[in-house]
């Protein structure tokens, strides 16, 4: 080869000399691909056939190896592992603490760190680990497992463990490699098994991830873990009183430590109003928030999860190896294989423990023909070896039919080797029952080959009877309701004015003030030229000259309804107008007039239910109009966009227009649902929801708790409910007839009471049972006839009879606090449950509200319990 041919190979191969230098492009591009792979299959993504990665792997068989049943040094085990694991000590530490907090491969002792609060764990030198009866039962096998030599050809090491369990779904997985990353999160114990058994059975299975520090979890876009899916996780926080909010459980991926700092940043960005954080955190999560006095707590909660690390999202990306390559795949179908692969491995235990029951019998058959037919005593003259196998083979000629296989000279060998001793307390009888004791497990074994499916489900429930004790889910799932985030930011800005020069913003504090808000809210803006504006809120902004109205500006508000006159420069006449600013582009001026030189704004309001007005208008008195002064009703005219010119009031010049009186809402009150789901009011129909009715101000919502208490509170859309402590909620009615059912915990005895409610203050919560611990609230309805069902017991024989009572002739209008009348002699067995019907008659002035969904027309009943 001459020189330039080989300097052109090597140039090709990426390492070319040229004037002594060595080019590397080509190297770098073979060996990137390289080192890719080698991160992708070695170090960052677990393979599918036991959901280890190596380190973890590695860790496992050393373990394996030192087991004696006691527990080793951590500082021990790391040395062993190293044999297996060329990276070092840190690596392994930190792959096995991770592994001994998840409690189940391991049994530990000592100072392992906690999840919850982020603590490390001890010097390796200083805790202990051993591996748990769980992982010798699932993880291990020398006959099946297949290996290869350790990196330095010193050691064998498991190319997989094999692994009856899907191990991967249940401790979960992340990484980062070269080019591609996994994320699968851990799933509850119990329901792996149960999701296996469900699909060896053919039937279907739901995964649903569980974490080990509990919360909620909203699956809603979960999308089975395949790529591109992720799910919000929520600390579970309690509302101890008024003043105090308890977070008891926290989401997953964070730590006390860091929720506690996430809420410190949040106030003091001014986002939420507390006044301290304490983290008491021992056995169980307690981090107390101490709130500012006046803070509402549903307010705080709502804010938590917007603004802190209470509420997070998780990305989820299930990547595994398969066959030697990274394969995207979802949880349902790692369960499958997972499953199919343990069903495979317990064939081969099977197979493997057929034969050596198959070699038992054989050589106990042999055994015992050899003593009792005493073959032995014709070796006696033998002179040879080769004569004394020959000898004992021709003894054995007469019953090889009888075996499954044919006799060697190894077996010949074996018996050879039966001492004088066991010859001479030979039992046939013992022997008989040993032989025929392998017979029923080779028919058993056979069985279970046969019917390898049912053989697989019953080792999972096996290991679910073993091991599922104390493995219940801890994480809540619940769907997340959307936080407006402008709705629950503290109010930590005040919002000011400078009317004739056309500022606002939160720095001009010598000037007007106008409101309290937040550094997130949009405020809108009216000139007396007839501009609008919304702008973001700041220090200083220049917004137009001559403001006539500012106020915070919510997006898509359909409720607000502005009233205008404007004075129209080019026909000289003067226009009325009323419209919503629903949307809009920020910063950029709008004409609210036709935008002729001249116009200006003669009468302006804001009106957040749409009131009309009553207005007095007076004219020039130089005009030439005959009457110079009339009213006018706004409410005569439609509320449309901004952008309409308006209908004319007059052609005459005007003088001044000014307010006669407020009229009344022109779009009726607020139409209010109670959603169930999440707990929430809501002013949009939505799936399942119950609708309130409509709202106007003062109105008020009655709830009446399980626990027996009621409570009024405004119809707010932060409000919110617990539904599983609701026995109703609906719109309260102050003139209206309640009528309760509940259980008395100290007599034992149901109780039944007609009152009207007294209550005052708003999110004041009262009783209105005994206030025994026991007691409960069953039924609770405003209806003004209201029937109650139940099953009784009577006899001797408690036969069970169904009963269906009508309230109001057990009792009269009482005081809401009355004890009430019993309900029924009999014990009751069951649940209670309200009829609704129709009453027969209806007093005058009686108002019945129907469960109305005002845009399907669907009709239900109003005291509809939960």
């Known amino acids: 080869m001459s020189d330039k041919e080989n300097k052109e190979e090597k140039a090709a191969s990426g390492s070319a000399e040229v004037g002594g230098a060595l080019h590397v492009d080509g190297m770098f591009q073979n060996w990137f691909l390289d080192y890719a792979s080698y991160v992708i299959l070695e170090r960052a993504v677990p393979a599918i056939e036991d959901g280890l990665k190596p380190v973890q792997r590695r860790i496992l068989h050393a373990l394996n190896e030192m087991d004696d049943g006691r527990f080793n040094k951590v500082a021990n085990v790391i040395g062993q592992s190293m044999q297996y694991h060329p ?39 200083y805790i202990e680990v051993r591996l748990s009866r769980f992982a010798k039962d699932v993880a291990f096998n020398g ?17 997989a463990l094999p692994m009856k369990f899907p191990l991967l779904l249940s401790q979960g997985a992340d990484g980062i490699a070269v080019g591609l990353s996994t994320k699968i999160l851990p799933h509850n114990f119990i329901e792996l098994c149960e999701a296996s058994i469900n699909y060896l059975e053919g039937r279907r299975f739901r995964l649903l991830p569980d974490f080990p520090t509990g919360g909620y979890v909203d699956i809603s876009e979960y999308n089975k873990g395949e790529r591109g899916g992720k799910v919000k996780v929520r600390a579970k926080i309690e509302v101890v009183d008024k003043k105090t909010l308890a977070i008891r459980e926290i989401p997953f991926s964070t730590t006390t430590g860091s929720l506690i700092e996430s809420i410190l940043k949040a106030q003091d960005k001014g986002k939420i109003k507390i006044k301290k954080v304490t983290d008491n955190t021992a056995k169980e999560v307690e981090v107390l928030i101490d709130l500012v006095p006046g803070t509402d707590p549903d307010v705080t909660i709502d804010a938590l999860y917007a603004f802190t690390d209470c509420q997070s999202s998780i990305s989820v990306n299930a990547c595994v190896i398969v066959d030697d390559k990274p394969r995207f795949m979802n949880v349902n179908e790692i369960l499958e294989l997972c499953t199919e692969r343990t069903k495979e491995l317990l064939r081969k235990e099977l197979e493997i423990k057929q034969s050596d029951l198959n070699e038992k019998w054989h050589f106990s058959s042999l055994e015992k023909i050899f003593i009792e037919k005493r073959i032995y005593r014709n070796i006696e003259e033998c002179e040879t070896w080769e004569a004394v196998i020959e000898t004992i083979d021709k003894g054995l000629k007469p019953y090889k039919k009888l075996f499954k296989r044919d006799i ?31 017979d029923e497990a080779l028919k058993q074994v056979a069985y279970d080959l046969k019917h390898l499916t049912e053989f697989t489900v019953a080792f999972y429930q096996n290991l679910l009877k073993k091991y599922g004790k104390g493995r219940e889910r801890k994480t809540e799932v619940k769907g997340f309701e959307e936080i407006e985030v402008k709705q629950v930011a503290a109010t930590n800005a005040k919002l000011y004015v400078n009317r ?7 720095g001009l504090k010598k000037d007007e003030f106008v409101c309290e808000c937040s550094d997130l809210d949009d405020i809108i803006a009216f000139t007396r030229n007839g501009k609008l504006m919304v702008s973001r809120i700041g220090d200083k902004k220049f917004i137009g000259k001559d403001i006539l109205h500012i106020a915070v500006w919510k997006k898509n508000d359909e409720r607000t309804a502005y009233n205008m006159a404007y004075y129209d420069g080019a026909s000289k006449r003067t226009f009325v107008k009323r419209f919503n600013v629903t949307g809009i582009t920020r910063d950029k ?18 009106n957040a239910n749409s009131e009309s007005e009553l207005v007095k208008v007076q004219l020039h008195p130089n005009s030439t109009a005959r009457i110079k002064d009339f009213e006018f009703d706004f409410g005569t005219i439609e509320i449309k966009g901004r952008g309409a010119v308006g209908n004319i009031l007059t052609k005459y010049p005007v003088r001044k227009v000014e307010l006669l009186e407020k009229g009344k809402s022109s779009i009726g009150g607020m139409k209010i649902w109670f959603d169930e789901k999440f707990g929430r009011i809501v002013n949009e129909e939505k799936d399942k929801a119950k609708y309130l009715g409509e709202f106007n101000t003062g109105d008020q919502i009655i709830v009446a708790y399980k626990d027996g208490n009621i409570e009024l509170t ?12 609701l026995v109703s909620l609906e719109k309260f009615n102050p003139d209206g007839i309640y009528s309760a059912v509940y259980y008395d915990g100290e007599s034992k005895n149901y109780y039944v009471k007609r009152f009207k409610v007294e209550l005052k203050t708003e999110k004041f919560k009262s009783p209105i049972t005994t206030e025994h611990n026991h007691s409960k609230l069953h039924v609770f309805s405003s209806w003004p006839e209201v ?17 269906e009572l009508k309230v109001n002739d057990l009792i009269d209008v009482k005081g809401w606090k009355a004890l009430g009348n019993r309900l029924t002699q009999f014990d009751v ?9 129709l009453p027969e008659k209806v007093n005058i002035g009686t108002t019945i509200e129907l469960d109305v969904n005002p845009k399907a027309g669907k009709k239900g009943n109003q005291g509809d319990l939960f």
């Open 500 to 506: 004739e020069e056309g500022f606002f913003g939160t």
């Open 589 to 606: 001026d709008y004409d609210l007039t036709q935008g002729t030189a001249g116009s200006k704004v003669l009468y302006f309001t804001a």
């Open 714 to 725: 405004n119809f707010e859309l932060t409000n919110k409910y617990e539904a599983d402590d």
């Open 87 to 125: 990276h070092g000590d840190a690596s392994i530490g930190d792959a096995l603490v991770n592994m001994g907090q998840k409690e189940l491969l391991f049994d530990t002792q000592g100072n392992w760190g906690d999840v919850r609060t982020g603590d490390s764990a001890a010097a390796p030198r």
């Open 408 to 438: 060697t000279t190894d077996d010949i060998v074996r018996l050879t080797e039966i001492k004088i001793k066991r010859i001479s307390k030979f039992d046939s009888f013992k022997a008989d029952e040993e032989i025929r004791a392998v």
């Open 143 to 159: 006959d099946i497992t297949d290996w290869q030599l350790s990196y330095d050809g010193r050691k064998k090491e498991p190319i």
């Open 829 to 837: 067995a069951g649940k209670i449950s309200e009829v609704n019907k």
């Open 787 to 803: 029937f109650v069902k139940f099953n009784v017991t009577k006899g001797k024989d408690k036969e069970k009879v169904e009963m």
